[in-house]
């Protein structure tokens, strides 16, 4: 599966923004679906991930009651809706798919997208 992110920017604190993941083929309900998101000198840092049938998600403490992921097996697209943004948040976000249980491991997802970079000002 190729994917493509976009929807990144540069806005305020508490603001919010709307990241999408375009994937390409016809088994996109078969993947599990993830964000995660990296800054510079530092690890990629998990985000946010999605069940297959989009009936279960995760997110890491630092988004939780923030950002939103959900995802339509019918358009192939993956979202995160992140509200009340803050400088923290600044980071490269990149989607990834992972056709077996996946978690909260980067190395557990095989198929990551080009990144789009999102800047919160203070």
């Known amino acids: 599966v190729q994917l493509q992110a976009y929807g990144g920017g540069l806005v305020q604190a508490g603001g919010f923004l709307r990241l999408s993941c375009a994937a390409s083929g016809r088994t996109f309900s078969s993947y599990y679906m993830a964000w995660f998101r990296q800054t510079p000198g530092k690890e990629r840092e998990f985000v946010a991930r999605i069940n297959k049938s989009g009936g279960s998600t995760l997110y890491s403490d630092s988004v939780k009651g923030r950002f939103t992921i959900s995802r339509d097996n019918v358009k192939n697209t993956v979202t995160l809706q992140m509200n009340n943004l803050k400088p923290e948040d600044t980071a490269v976000y990149y989607c990834?798919?992972?056709?077996?249980?996946?978690?909260?491991?980067?190395?557990?997802?095989?198929?990551w997208g080009q990144g789009t970079k999102v800047t919160v000002s203070s």
């Open positions: 990834a798919a992972s056709g077996s249980y996946s978690y909260t491991n980067e190395r557990e997802y095989e198929y």
